[in-house]
């Protein structure tokens, strides 16, 4: 499934917790971001492969930096 246009996926979360927390860190940082699959996780989440954290292009530098913050920077898995 492609991302809508102009989302960029800046990381994917084996853990929903550990997504969700992510998104809300950006939803406070002002960033707006979307978990992809993120209502069939909550069907099939053992079949899920993961959540896609995704922003608009123009935001991911910014939406990284927040996330390295929070100690949920892509990597740190």
Not at 7 to 28: K, P, R, W
Request: with cysteine; charged share 25%.
């Amino acid at each position: 499934m492609d991302a809508a246009p102009g989302l960029v996926t800046i990381h994917v979360f084996g853990d929903m917790a550990e997504a969700l927390l992510a998104q809300g860190c950006l939803e406070s940082a002002g960033i707006e971001s979307f978990l992809a699959d993120l209502n069939l996780a909550r069907i099939e989440w053992p079949a899920v492969r993961g959540l896609r954290l995704q922003v608009e292009a123009e935001d991911a530098a910014a939406a990284l930096e927040v996330l390295e913050q929070a100690e949920l920077k892509p990597g740190d898995e």
